[in-house]
């Protein structure tokens, strides 16, 4: 689709198409209106707004914006934060219910074909989506989904103005629970034209399910082996098949398989469904013929199928369709008389029969699908209205009226509730208001409905249906007789030879009253009742629960006092509502995208009352609450309103606009309510109240983050004290610190992560010392994820461009489940053995039982066994791919442990043997005591291990051999401020310390404004001794050369142990020594240390 590439809203340099918003339009009449609609609808726009409400264009084609993506699009955003769609009016529709807690209704209006059924779909689709699930929920949403086809099936039809046309009006409620989850529904038809079963006008067809029935049930039912379609009395056989092929109606019969079992028919009753649409089929092939004034059938044969699919003796259906009993009083007495029928009222009698079959089979499958999901209790609901629209055909009827006369009663309520209610509330309140004319229907309504001075056209057609004894034109001419007689001076009334016209708000309507009282009386005589509660089949007489004993009084109810009750029901359960609007415009008669006629756009533009609802926009207020419900909603925003305002709530409601800056000319005060003018004032108010909560969440976040951290360090440092409990003795300061996990801050040195997998988590991280088999020491990186062991060392660049430079390189890589155990000694130290297959890795580390720990649990997750981990004083180890040999054999080295002095480590190298000596720790039964009553300490945005920077030692060293470390400055420094941490939890900037909480005393000198040579003393004198006004400054000396080389940093750099230096790119550095190592030793802001030769640049 061309558009869907070019036009597309999400594109980039999309192209504007007339204004979103006609509210906006600097002309407001009829042709920039109708100009504004063509050119969106010819670039695919097919929706606009007049503020609240939505303008829909039928395209007549299926558009690329009603995916996933644009549901996800619209959710939760502002109305004009994106292109105007009907997705938009269903989200806010929904967040209205939700945030006023208040019943919402859409009502959707325009002519026949103008897409109102289609605009139902898609806000039903849009609710099921994005509100709550759950088994209850979703098979709720189901049936409110698969409902559709059905009722489609049965009550829509193909007309001269639309090919799926409403024959029927439909309010679906969805009922929804406190949370938002839709758990029930409710549906009420209205005026079900059931005349089309037996007549249609000419081009227009019957209901779909009739040619789903012949197309897809034949090879279904074995009781229908024959199904012809009439059209009055006329017989049309099987051919009509081959019209359906093409038109897809396999399809069709899927969905309303699917949907009847959504619906809970079970599959006995789907047959008895479709063998009662058969047989209605089967009674149009019934005709009458005329002997001596009375009606005979004209073949018996005729009789056999409908008789056998409705479950009745053929006599029986032949003797109720040409005869009739009729009860007679005389004298006190009553006798019934057999009243022989003529052809008319025959023909008559089988059409009712087959009228009354077919409604109450259509009520049966609403009450079905109401039943289905009905709910104990109503809380919250949304109401979709699609009903008949709007209908002038060459020839109109008695349905036609009825269509028209719903109509006119929504369009009273859009002009109530939009016009003139919005007008008089201004008024009321006391608001500054030009009032605005517009046409009011409600004379209209009046000629239609009313009882009495004058009474309405419905009230003088049942008057008609009273006194008429017998079907014939005879009481349609009396009809337009008293029509003239009592309304025919009404400004909207006219009359002509074949009936009347009225002047409605979409046009004069010229009605034909030929079949108008008929239709009227709606009435099914007692004996075609008896015969169908005489069906063997207990569904069909379910559908005929009448009491035929009962003593009949007053005036049987009409067809015309049913829609009218039905019409006012409906008006009083929208007025209960907040209403939402949907207009929709036809805009051509072809039923062809692209296809614009200018003319019948501008008339529905007219008759729908765009104009004057721009007008009163413009000059209106976009938002209106009383002053209590505004106070509960942004209470919130200021501690004076939270939780309660407490004084006039007209006050509270200034001080809440005052405290967010609105301005004045966007509010004004009425007498119990607030209005306020444009939709961006109340975004403003709403993305407040949301930012608020927001930051109330993240307090709440916060807390409960840091309780989990809490439990999960507890735990942690538990199950890490459990593995080496009683095996091995305990360091003081190792019991109760802190576990940090990455040590080296790995996220800020991508030379490291590199040899990390992309989708591996790194659990551990730290530096560590490794002996090599003659026990000489050299640092690595010790990093642990959930499928590798890793130890990355640093190597100088022997060839090429970095030739002579330090590079990180991989040392080693073991997956976890090649590790066969770990060895350690049972006094205090810091050593342990990592055994593979090929040769043992021989590490010293502070941080081993935290290591320890997550190794244990990691290689337990992944090969489902546990780690063995060893304990003894005489640990061997192998050095190269050869088998464990005897003691002192070659291939293996062993570390001896003894008693000595002090908590440090002191190494005594041999050739084969490394004796280690250290005093006494903790008793081996030691556990952690340190209490849950702490926080945590963010490290700012330096990486962990920049704490273990500690107070530099005097003298510069050489790295990796000329010099020594001492690690126990290192071990003690970090652990000491573990220790003094507060409750370790996620990161968090910028958190407050506790008054009582003892810092460790840091050199802060560096943070001092360092002098800038001859310029800062400049500045100091300058200071102490102002020049004279007026005369120049004296020229600055020229700046000495510094007495020692520097250099400048290219690249940040964080500090890896204590006698390195951390600094920022373009720090000055001054050189103490350079050593061809890669790694010199500098001076940066009275602090000495060594730093790598490839992040700076010498000056």
């Not at 089949?537 to 004993?549: A, H, Q, S, T, V």
């Not at 006629?597 to 004057?612: K, S």
């Not at 489902?864 to 054999?889: C, H």
């Not at 600094?1063 to 001054?1070: G, P, R, V, W």
């Amino acid at each position: 689709m061309g558009s869907k590439e070019r036009y597309h809203w999400q594109t980039q340099n999309v192209k504007v198409s007339g204004v979103d918003d006609m509210v906006l339009l600097s002309k407001i009449n009829e042709e920039a209106i109708t100009d504004n609609l063509k050119k969106r609808y010819m670039d695919d726009y097919i929706f606009t707004y007049i503020g609240p409400v939505l303008i829909s264009v039928n395209p007549f084609k299926q558009l690329p914006y009603f995916t996933d993506r644009e549901v996800e699009l619209y959710q939760g955003a502002a109305q004009y934060e994106n292109p105007p769609h009907i997705y938009a009016l269903a989200d806010n529709m929904y967040r209205n219910m939700m945030i006023d807690t208040e019943n919402q209704c859409v009502i959707i209006s325009g002519e026949s074909g103008a897409g109102k059924t289609v605009a139902a779909k898609y806000i039903m689709s849009y609710i099921s989506k994005v509100s709550g699930g759950g088994p209850k929920v979703q098979q709720v949403k189901d049936i409110i989904l698969q409902s559709n086809p059905l009722l489609e099936a049965f009550g829509n039809a193909k007309t001269v103005r639309n090919n799926n046309s409403s024959r029927f009006g439909k309010y679906f409620e969805i009922q929804f629970s406190r949370g938002g989850e839709p758990d029930g529904g409710k549906i009420s038809n209205f005026l079900l034209e059931k005349s089309r079963v037996v007549s249609q006008n000419q081009g227009e067809r019957n209901f779909h399910i009739y040619y789903q029935v012949g197309h897809g049930f034949l090879g279904k039912l074995e009781k229908i082996t024959a199904v012809f379609i009439f059209s009055g009395n006329m017989r049309i056989s099987l051919q009509f098949r081959q019209v359906t092929q093409k038109q897809g109606r396999n399809t069709a019969v899927n969905f309303l398989q699917n949907a009847m079992s959504v619906v809970g028919l079970a599959e006995e009753e789907k047959t008895t469904v479709l063998q009662i649409v058969a047989g209605i089929l089967h009674l149009g092939n019934i005709a009458f013929r005329e002997e001596g004034n009375y009606a005979l059938v004209a073949s018996e044969d005729f009789l056999a199928f409908p008789s056998y699919l409705l479950g009745i003796s053929q006599d029986g259906l032949k003797n109720k369709l040409t005869s009739r009993i009729m009860d007679s009083k005389w004298g006190g007495k009553s006798e019934s008389i057999s009243v022989t029928l003529n052809t008319e009222q025959a023909c008559f009698s089988r059409d009712a029969l087959s009228k009354a079959l077919y409604s109450r089979l259509f009520d049966y499958l609403v009450d079905c699908i109401n039943k289905a999901m009905q709910k104990d209790h109503e809380e919250f609901n949304i109401g979709v209205l699609d009903i008949y629209g709007f209908e002038i055909f060459q020839k109109n009827g008695f349905e036609q009226f009825c269509i028209n006369f719903v109509n006119e009663k929504l369009q009273q309520i859009f002009i109530q509730l939009t016009l003139k209610a919005e007008q008089e509330e201004y008024v009321q309140e006391g608001i500054k208001w030009t009032p605005i004319e517009y046409f009011n229907n409600k004379v209209v309504c009046d000629l239609i409905e009313s009882k009495v001075n004058p009474p309405g056209i419905m009230s003088i057609l049942d008057d008609v249906c009273a006194t008429m004894h017998a079907k014939g034109e005879g009481a349609d001419q009396t009809l337009i007789q008293k029509l003239q007689m009592q309304i025919g001076s009404h400004e909207h009334f006219n009359s002509w030879n074949k009936g009347f016209v009225i002047h409605h708000y979409a046009g004069k309507v010229s009605y034909d009253v030929n079949g108008f009282c008929e239709r009227n009386r709606d009435v099914l005589f007692t004996d075609i009742i008896e015969l169908m509660q005489g069906s063997e089949y207990p569904f069909i007489k379910d559908l005929f629960p009448e009491n035929l004993e009962a003593e009949k009084r007053g005036r049987p109810t009409t067809a015309g006092s049913k829609i009218k009750k039905q019409a006012n029901n409906l008006v009083q359960t929208l007025m209960k509502c907040t209403p939402h609007y949907i207009r929709c415009i036809k805009p051509n008669e072809t039923k062809r995208p692209r296809d614009w006629e200018e003319n019948r756009v501008r008339h529905q533009v007219e008759y729908l009352g765009l104009r004057e609802n721009i007008r009163v926009r413009r000059a209106g207020y976009a938002f209106r609450r009383v002053f209590s419900k505004f106070l509960q909603r942004y209470a919130i925003l200021t501690k004076e309103t939270w939780p309660q305002w407490r004084g006039d709530e007209k006050q509270g409601v200034l001080h809440l606009l005052r405290s967010v800056n609105m301005d004045q000319d966007q509010y004004q005060l009425g007498k119990s309510k607030i209005f306020i003018k444009a939709p961006e004032s109340l975004f403003l108010l709403e993305e407040m109240r949301e930012r608020k909560y927001n930051g109330f969440a993240r307090v709440i976040q916060k807390a409960w983050r840091k309780h989990v951290a809490v439990r999960k360090y507890v735990r942690m440092r538990k199950e890490a004290s459990d593995i080496l409990l009683n095996k091995k003795e305990r360091r003081r300061n190792s019991l109760n610190r802190n576990f940090v996990g990455d040590y080296i801050g790995t996220d800020n040195h991508p030379e490291i992560r590199q040899f990390v997998g992309r989708r591996e988590r790194i659990e551990f991280a730290a530096v560590v010392v490794k002996y090599d088999r003659r026990f000489k020491t050299v640092k690595r990186d010790l990093i642990l994820t959930n499928k590798f062991l890793y130890l990355i060392g640093r190597e100088k660049v022997k060839q090429g461009p970095e030739k002579g430079q330090i590079q990180e390189v991989l040392k080693r890589q073991i997956e976890l489940d090649k590790v066969q155990s770990i060895s350690l000694s049972t006094f205090q130290d810091d050593f342990f053995i990592i055994h593979e297959e090929q040769y043992d890795s021989v590490l010293q580390c502070i941080f081993k039982t935290e290591f320890l720990s997550l190794l244990y649990k990691r290689y337990e997750e992944r090969t489902r066994r546990k780690l063995a981990i060893k304990f003894n004083n005489m640990l061997e180890f192998k050095v190269k791919k050869s088998g464990w040999g005897p003691f002192g054999a070659a291939g293996s080295r062993q570390i001896q442990f003894q008693t000595g002095q002090g908590d440090e480590a002191v190494v005594k190298p041999s050739s084969k043997v490394l004796l280690v000596s250290i005093g006494p720790g903790l008793p081996k039964n030691s556990r952690p005591t340190r209490q849950d009553k702490r926080k945590s300490q963010y490290f700012g945005k330096q990486p962990v291990n920049s704490e273990r920077q500690g107070t530099p030692r005097g003298g510069a060293q050489v790295k990796n051999g000329a010099r020594r470390r001492s690690q126990a400055s290192s071990r003690a420094s970090l652990l000491l401020r573990q220790n003094s941490m507060d409750q370790p939890t996620l990161p968090r900037q910028g958190q407050r310390r506790s008054r009582n909480q003892q810092q460790p005393q840091a050199d802060m000198e560096f943070m001092n404004v360092p002098d800038q040579g001859v310029a800062g003393m400049q500045r100091r004198r300058s200071k102490e001794c102002k020049p004279v006004p007026g005369s120049g400054r004296p020229k600055p000396a020229p700046r000495p050369k510094p007495r020692s080389p520097q250099c400048r940093a290219l690249y940040a750099y964080d500090a890896q142990d204590t006698d390195e230096i951390s600094f920022n790119a373009n720090d000055i550095i001054d050189i103490i020594n350079e050593d061809p190592s890669g790694w010199w030793i500098g001076r940066l802001r009275g602090k000495e240390g060594m730093f790598p030769v490839k992040k700076v640049s010498r000056l």
